[in-house]
């Protein structure tokens, strides 16, 4: 029996609409919510991404804009940029597109960020509030796969979740999430021994490692749930996920496709923690 | 063939003998470490963990004091005396034992503390940059652990690591730690299905879940490193671990004991990082 199509685009959608009314109460309420983002550079994929998301945030009524910004701009007046929006009220999230050019420490700049404009959730800050098991912004990525396991009713609690990959954007927050939700989880990555052995025992299967159909069947328990977080290119140039998709919906019971899986869930959790800050701007 | 046993007593003396020459060269250059405990109410436990801060603190030279507050003390005051020491030059460590009377909210405490200050490693701070892999300050259990690990040569990447128990301050940053050293991870709970099962595939064994005894001998695979977090009390009052020493000894290739185990690792590296804060103060 085939799997059922988690399908992200419509359940993006759907929190969309629900997002634009809430945007359309608050703009009643005398805010508007902002969005900056802050685009260093011209790498290209930077730019898809960037455009995607100023896009999104128009179609809601987000007042939204881009900084476009020199690849050779310093350190310091990156961090300049970023004091500038932290104190600037008509702006409630700011996102510093990754990855920078080379010169600029990443780190110091996500960390100079104000906490309650943080809507990527890569804070230190909220790192640890999502450590703790208190969050506040969330990556979101992982965010908007909660949201998508929810809405397809997955039972987490005491269930198996292996995660595959460790990023900080994707794979470690995932972890915690899940974690959270009472799963018992494995975060596996490169060092992996057995890999597929291992992510065979996951009722709950998140691949996140960015290698172009790397999940194959043998790596899925039948029944199992599986997240494709992937968006790779074949030699084609046509975007595939990390699991081969056409083979593993055959003993998933559920699974995300790509296109039109996690990727339109993850701008649209932006858009809703932007919202979700500037109403607390409203009740603090 | 019986268990190497892990000298966790022995281990601390050895990196305490080498933080003592520490303080003392630190003296030299005119800066005394200090370390204030806030005590709040007359917990029996608590007040026996910060005699025993405080007797080790002046054993290696730390300038240490404890000040005692009363149970009726409000949030406010005690954000006071955060605050107070936050400013004084004196003390690099500040530590608020936990836990805090109910009408104290521990969070708000904990994160008034200044990160530089943080010797728990409890500040979302300290927690974030641990996540993303660019750790601070660390919870002292854990850390303890990780140095045990590192003293017997335990080889880490590539191996399969089981932890019981998700507290904040030993299983979560357990598993982080263990992760960023190249293990496959498993975070394990009380929702867990299969326990004994997950817990006999590790490769190296942490067992923190506060329960005298509950790691029997099946749920360790044969040749593991087991680590034993627990301090419980038997029905006579006798201080056991939450691994049932006896038995999984036989079979374990290394085995922390309770006492002499992980105990005395855990207040070394409070130490540790009291010294270290001090020394950032000369070199920032």
Same mark, same amino acid.
């Given at each position: 029996? +085939?799997?059922?199509?988690? =399908? ?16 359309? /109460? ?15 550079? =011209? ?20 007042? +939204? ?7 050779? *701009?310093?350190?310091? %007046?990156?961090? %300049? ?8 009220? %008509?702006?409630?999230?700011? !996102? ?7 010169? *600029? #420490? ?9 906490? &309650? &404009? ?49 990023? #900080?954007?994707?794979? &470690? ?16 990555? +490169?060092?992996?021994? #057995? !890999?597929? %052995?291992?992510?065979?025992?996951? =009722?709950? !299967? ?17 029944? /199992? ?23 593993? &919906?055959?003993?998933? +019971? ?21 919202? =979700? ?8």
């Amino acid at each position: 029996m +085939s799997a059922t199509i988690i =399908d992200g685009k419509a359940l993006a959608d759907q929190l969309s609409m629900a997002l634009k009314k809430e945007v359309a /109460a608050l703009k009643e309420k005398g805010t508007t919510p902002g969005l900056v983002v802050l685009l260093v550079g =011209d790498n290209q994929a930077s730019q898809v991404y960037v455009r995607n998301k100023e896009k999104r945030a128009q179609e809601l009524g987000i007042h +939204s804009i881009v900084e476009r910004l020199p690849a050779d *701009i310093s350190e310091t %007046e990156l961090l %300049e940029r970023v004091a500038f929006y932290n104190q600037h009220q %008509e702006y409630h999230g700011i !996102l510093v597109q990754l990855p920078l050019p080379k010169h *600029i #420490n990443e780190e110091k700049i996500i960390l100079a960020i104000d906490p &309650k &404009k943080d809507v990527d959730g890569f804070h230190p800050i909220n790192m640890g509030k999502l450590l703790i098991g208190k969050p506040d912004a969330l990556p979101c990525t992982p965010y908007g796969i909660m949201k998508m396991l929810e809405a397809y009713d997955v039972e987490i609690a005491g269930k198996q979740a292996v995660v595959i990959g460790r990023s #900080n954007i994707v794979g &470690k927050p995932m972890a915690q999430l899940l974690l959270m939700k009472d799963a018992t989880v494995t975060i596996t990555h +490169s060092k992996t021994q #057995n !890999l597929a %052995e291992l992510a065979k025992t996951a =009722d709950i !299967l998140v691949a996140a490692i960015g290698q172009g159909h790397f999940v194959t069947k043998d790596f899925v328990k039948p029944g /199992a749930v599986v997240i494709d977080v992937g968006m790779n290119h074949d030699e084609n140039g046509k975007l595939i996920g990390d699991v081969k998709f056409d083979e593993v &919906k055959e003993i998933a +019971s559920m699974i995300t496709p790509v296109p039109r899986g996690v990727g339109p869930m993850t701008i649209t959790m932006l858009m809703a923690q932007t919202v =979700d800050h500037a109403k607390r701007t409203l009740n603090p």
